[in-house]
Structures are given as C-alpha cells and as structure tokens.
C-alpha cells in the first residue's frame, strides 16, 4: 500500500493551508530552540537521503534539518541503484521502504523519484532543499521581511516533521 504524498513534498506551489501549517511548525521549533529545549519529534526515525553527493547543499541541508530533528540519516547515491527499468529496482526500492521512514531525493532525476515513490511503500520527498522548491521562496520572502536569515531551516524542519513523524 502507497503512502499518500502531499503536493507540498514535490517541487512546487504550496497550499495556503500547508503554508499556515509549516510556518506555524517551523515557529514552534524556533522557539523551543531558542528557548534551550529543542524538540526530536523524529527521533527513531531513519532517513535515507537520495543524492549525487553528500556534498550536494540541498543534501547537507536535509541531513541538518532531519539531524537536528533527532533522526537518523543515510546518504545513498542514486547510481548504486539498480536501473529503474530493471525488476531489481522495485525490489530495491521496497527494501528502502522497509529500512527508512522516508527517502528524500535532493538533485535526482524525476523519472527515478517517481518511480521510488511507486514502489518504496514510504515518503518520498522531492528536492524539498533545493532552490526551485516552494519552501526557498517562502522562505526568501520571510527573509526580506523581517531580515532573518533562517526561515529556510526551520521550514524545511517542519515539513520533515509533517512527512516523517
């Protein structure tokens, strides 16, 4: 059985209502950071981050945010996968769904993450670091707001927590 993806964990526009709902989140976990306590809502949980490299800024974003959030986190490079036309990669890609709580894939090509999230039975988040998702541009207008620079972080901390706890 597929996991319900939520349009906001793909590239692109936002719901209003996720909006209102990550923005609340992503303050909750602002404050009780500031305030000493911060939450590991995602503690127990095992995330695999699909990316060329560790490297890759969107890749090490990721892996702050869902660190930060108490998870733990692999990095498995797209190109030890079997090819996604092969019966080898749906076998593959049920075993990440059985090993991880969510796959995100930062800088994959589509057709490969498209094909995860038929198969893996899990989350499969895509480029939610990555400066073409809506999360940046949000977070960019926030920035020029109120001249914060780390809406980015927590934002992507909280959709982490909507997607994976």
């Known amino acids: 059985m597929n996991h319900p993806h939520p349009a906001h964990c793909h590239t692109g526009a936002l719901p209003p209502r996720d909006v209102a709902c990550l923005l609340g989140s992503a303050a909750d976990l602002r404050r009780s950071a500031v305030a000493g306590t911060p939450q590991r809502p995602l503690r127990g949980k095992n995330i695999a981050v699909l990316a060329p490299s560790a490297d890759l800024p969107a890749a090490e974003a990721t892996t702050r945010a869902a660190q930060a959030l108490g998870a733990q986190v ?92």
């Not at 893996?120 to 940046?136: F, S």
């Open 74 to 165: 692999v990095h498995v490079r797209p190109d030890t996968l079997p090819p996604v036309d092969a019966p080898a990669f749906t076998v593959t890609a049920g075993l990440l769904g059985r090993l991880y709580d969510a796959v995100v894939a930062e800088g994959v090509p589509a057709g490969l993450v498209r094909r995860l999230e038929a198969a893996a039975d899990r989350p499969v988040l895509d480029d939610i670091a990555g400066d073409a998702h809506a999360l940046r541009t949000l977070a960019n207008a926030m920035t020029r707001l109120d001249g914060v620079p780390d809406h980015h972080d927590w934002l992507l901390q909280a959709l982490l927590v909507h997607a994976v706890a």
